[in-house]
């Protein structure tokens, strides 16, 4: 079946490093790709997104590209603020997914925390 | 502002009471979805309902039910609570239709059962 496979985590970062959150996946046909963010407290929110192969989703300076011949979706930033400190959560959305668009397969999950 | 409201953020049960945990939208979503969150697990997902009183099951059903007798309201009951249902319960909707992939969460609820 579907899957998706984040890094493992957590990520603790300095203010201002580089960022990179690891994502692949395991899916029949072109699946769509999506990362997502939860703040302390809150439900998880859409971060980016990206459709169909060698899209690049960008949101609030986070960046993933749909790599269909890794099968990966890696997100990155390149300075990384202390704002920044959530869970990121990569998912995928099957082309087949029928009746609901909504049927996600998500990520473990990776924790961030940047310090200033 | 569009909004998910899940009607507790705490919950404590005992074993084997019966559990229902209450989320409403307000967007006229079609679609609407129960997820468990646990540690190193990610999402997983319980039911969702794609129209009032449809219903599917998810990956992991098994010892919950749902009910959607309106269109804004989406329950999870837990008919027998047990100790490894003890997690955070995110219920999210989103509209049918395949130009809306975007899924809206609730805050979430967080249930420990003793």
């Known amino acids: 079946g579907d899957s998706v496979t984040q890094m493992e985590g957590p990520v603790t970062l300095s203010e201002e490093a580089f960022l990179t959150i690891n994502c692949t996946y395991t899916?029949?046909?072109?699946?769509?790709l999506f990362w997502y963010v939860q703040y302390p407290g809150e439900g998880l929110q859409l971060l980016l997104k990206?459709?169909?192969?060698?899209d690049k989703g960008s949101n609030k300076g986070f960046e993933a590209t749909y790599r269909k011949e890794t099968t990966s979706f890696h997100l990155e930033k390149g300075s990384v603020q202390v704002s920044d400190s959530a869970v990121y959560f990569c998912?995928?959305?099957?082309?087949?997914?029928?009746?609901?668009?909504?049927?996600?397969?998500f990520g473990q999950g990776t924790i961030l925390t940047v310090h200033p | 502002d569009v909004k998910v409201t899940q009607s507790s953020r705490y919950l404590v049960k005992r074993t084997g009471e019966k559990v229902f945990l209450e989320c409403v939208q307000d967007?006229?979503?079609?679609?609407m979805f129960w997820y468990r969150q646990d540690p190193g697990l990610g999402l997983r997902l319980i039911y969702f309902?794609?129209?009032?009183?449809?219903?599917e099951k998810g990956d992991i059903p098994e010892g919950y039910s749902v009910s959607r007798e309106k269109k804004e309201r989406f329950s999870l009951i837990l008919e027998s609570a047990s100790t490894n249902q003890t997690s955070m319960y995110l219920c999210?909707?989103?509209?049918?239709?395949?130009?809306?992939?975007?899924?809206?969460f609730g805050s979430g609820t967080q249930l420990s059962v003793l």
């Open positions: 999210a909707s989103n509209k049918a239709g395949s130009t809306n992939e975007k899924l809206f």
């Open positions: 998912a995928l959305r099957p082309r087949h997914a029928g009746t609901s668009y909504g049927k996600l397969t």
């Open positions: 309902s794609y129209d009032v009183k449809m219903k």
């Open positions: 967007m006229d979503h079609e679609n």
């Open positions: 990206a459709t169909k192969a060698d």
């Open positions: 899916a029949t046909g072109y699946p769509s």
